[in-house]
């Protein structure tokens, strides 16, 4: 039953506000547009003790690779990034820039989302993934030498109603329970549409989005919120699972108990072959261990350009991302069950009752894409068996053929393989699939929030490579080009670029290159056909949110491009926290910001996000 809130929804997003490893000197981000910062304290550090085998100070239950993790000494000073996910914001202000914005931002605006509040009537939640949405907004000038900032909660009808109780009402994902205990939580199977994952600005519309609700749609001018959009009328009310009841008295029974509903994709894309926004809407059928599924396309004035129906067979929780191609869309089925019985029982949230199923391969599934012309005879689904142990987050890149490091392909071979490029963890071990996430011990220093996790409990995320055959059902995974070693999460590619086999670059949030599990420190591009790494760290007690690719007007190749990234730097002087926005130009990564705009407060650390230039405002 608890499939309604159970997909795995941003998991690896715990490292995005999580506690960092630093050392107890200061080496603040360089203003210098110009400087190539070098790996942050810590991080040298830590190659020193797995080289040397200097001792740690802490033992961690998490089981790890030892050779490289139980050498390693944690400084104090981690205690700074445990204010992550503790809320420090203004909701409106101006922030000068050190550097004019480069063109392409000038009078376009930034969207950012993320969980931006933790507590209700002085109760913590149990998770900082069960944050209530918090979305932001920042206008560049037209001059290039400041952006404007605004904040808003995003206040559906439960955030509203909590508000005016003072009191947590309504269940959260990940373990957040109204107050009463179990027995005020008992076969209450409604969960909080948090709105707190990802923001889509599309046509006349700005939406916050939350894979376990419905969209709910915002001001994209004042962010205030205008109430939940339906799709026009595709996603029906009600939380997002059936008990397959025999019909028409099946469907009277849930609607009547607040069931049979479905849910909308944080993580749709733009494919750049179409210019077409691809979603899917989704429920669980309990009974049968299946998810319906409804894919979408729409062109930019919301006009559905195409939609298709799949059901996935065995599969008890939705694929958190997906990818698409000229012909496909790539689903990634990781292998989860669920144990419904303590969500029933009002003691657990519905992902805390994921049970992680390493002995089973991970399942690819190629849907046909709903827009499919009639001249071309629409293929059949294909479902094949990946690795076993394996887990998948963010979809970075999907197109139809061989990859790109293979060289030219042939046109039986651009039709007989595809290609995916995802943010995973390296392996993924058997038991609760959150396992404990928190700390083991209680830290011997003061922490702004327990809400923050502890990184021996975080598996590692690479960047792999998928090659799938779409004749012989052969699925190889490995690490993408270069990326051995590289932790890494968020990845994206040029929006030009898209489902597209010539795209060359990956841009990702950095945490190291020691397959480390870790903060994330910097940003890096990863050159798809040679392996050739840019890197750039932001600097010690400077943590990364996931970057905003912007294409630059009438750019000649794909590197044509700005990386947008939100930093926060953590100092002696200001503990808590400055957030700043940094420009870097594609081209050279490792160069540094080419304009760095210091805010004057700390945004909590967000998910995801979206620019929109002036023209589409």
């Known amino acids: 039953m608890a499939a309604a809130g159970s997909s795995p929804y941003v998991i690896a997003n715990v490292a995005f506000a999580a506690r960092a490893f630093a050392s107890s000197s200061r080496n603040p981000l360089s203003m210098n547009p110009n400087c190539r910062a070098p790996a942050p304290r810590y991080l040298v550090n830590r190659l020193n ?18 050779a490289q993790l139980s050498s390693t000494r944690w400084s104090l000073d981690i205690q700074y990034i445990t204010g992550a996910v503790a809320l420090a914001i203004g909701s409106v202000f101006d922030a000068r820039a050190t550097g004019a914005a480069p063109r392409e931002l000038r009078g376009g605006t930034l969207y950012r989302i993320g969980p931006g509040m933790f507590e209700r009537g002085g109760r913590a939640y149990a998770h900082m993934l069960d944050g209530d949405g918090l979305a932001l907004r920042f206008e560049f000038s037209e001059d290039g030498t400041s952006v404007a900032f605004r904040s ?15 009191k947590i009402l309504y269940r959260g994902t990940f373990g957040t329970m109204r107050d009463g205990g179990a027995v005020a939580n008992w076969f209450d199977l409604h969960t909080k549409n948090l709105a707190n994952t990802n923001i889509l600005s599309w046509g006349d519309k700005v939406l916050a989005l939350y894979e376990a609700g419905q969209p709910v749609e915002l001001d994209g001018s004042t962010l205030d919120t205008e109430g939940v959009d339906d799709l026009g009328g595709r996603l029906d009310p009600g939380q997002y699972f059936t008990l397959g009841l025999p019909e028409p008295v099946g469907s009277m029974i849930e609607r009547a108990a607040g069931l049979g509903g479905r849910a909308f994709t944080a993580h749709p894309h733009v494919d750049s072959n179409t210019g077409f926004l691809c979603g899917w809407g989704w429920k669980s059928r309990i009974t049968s261990k299946a998810v319906e599924i409804t894919h979408w396309e729409w062109d930019e004035s919301w006009n559905e350009m195409g939609s298709s129906n799949y059901v996935m067979e065995g599969c008890e929780a939705a694929p958190h ?40 391969p991970l399942l690819v599934h190629l849907i046909p894409r709903s827009t499919t012309t009639k001249s071309q005879p629409k293929p059949q689904p294909i479902v094949v068996e990946g690795p076993k142990e394996s887990f998948e987050i963010h979809v970075a890149l999907a197109h139809d053929g061989p990859p790109l490091s ?5 046109a039986e071979e651009l039709d007989e393989w595809v290609t995916v490029y995802t943010a995973g963890w390296d392996k993924l071990a058997p038991g609760v699939f959150l396992g404990e996430w928190g700390s083991s011990d209680p830290w011997p220093f003061p922490v702004a929030t327990e809400l923050s996790p502890d990184f021996n409990n975080i598996p590692r995320t690479l960047l792999w490579m998928y090659s799938v055959n779409t004749m012989t059902g052969e699925v190889k995974r490995q690490p993408a080009p270069g990326c051995e070693d590289l932790c890494i999460d ?16 990956v841009y990702a949030s950095l945490s190291n290159e020691v397959r480390v599990s870790g903060p994330p420190l910097g940003y890096v591009r990863v050159d798809l056909l040679t392996g050739e790494l840019q890197k750039w760290y932001a600097g010690n007690r400077t943590f990364c949110e996931e970057p905003v690719i912007v294409p630059k007007k009438q750019g000649a190749n794909e590197d044509d491009a700005w990386l947008v990234g939100l930093v926060a730097e ?14 870097l130009d594609c081209v050279d990564v490792s160069a540094g910001p080419v304009c760095v705009i210091p805010l004057s407060n700390r945004i909590p650390h967000g998910l995801h996000g979206m620019f929109v230039p002036k023209a589409k405002m």
């Open 570 to 583: 953590h100092s002696d002087e200001n503990p808590a926290g400055l957030s700043r926005i940094v420009v």
């Open 406 to 410: 293979r060289g030219a392909a042939t």
């Open 490 to 505: 968020h990845p994206h590619v040029s929006p030009l670029y898209e489902g597209k086999r010539e795209c060359r670059y």
């Open 152 to 166: 808003r909660f995003v206040r559906g009808r439960e955030f509203s109603e909590e508000e005016r109780a003072g």
């Open 321 to 360: 991302d997906f990818g698409v191609t000229k012909k496909w869309y790539v689903m990634i089925q990781n292998r989860l069950g669920i144990d419904p019985l303590p969500y029933l029982a009002g003691v657990k949230g519905a992902g805390e009752c994921l049970i992680s199923q390493p002995e089973e």
């Open 49 to 66: 003790a797995i080289t040397t085998g200097a001792p740690r100070s802490r033992a961690r239950s998490h089981a790890r690779n030892s």
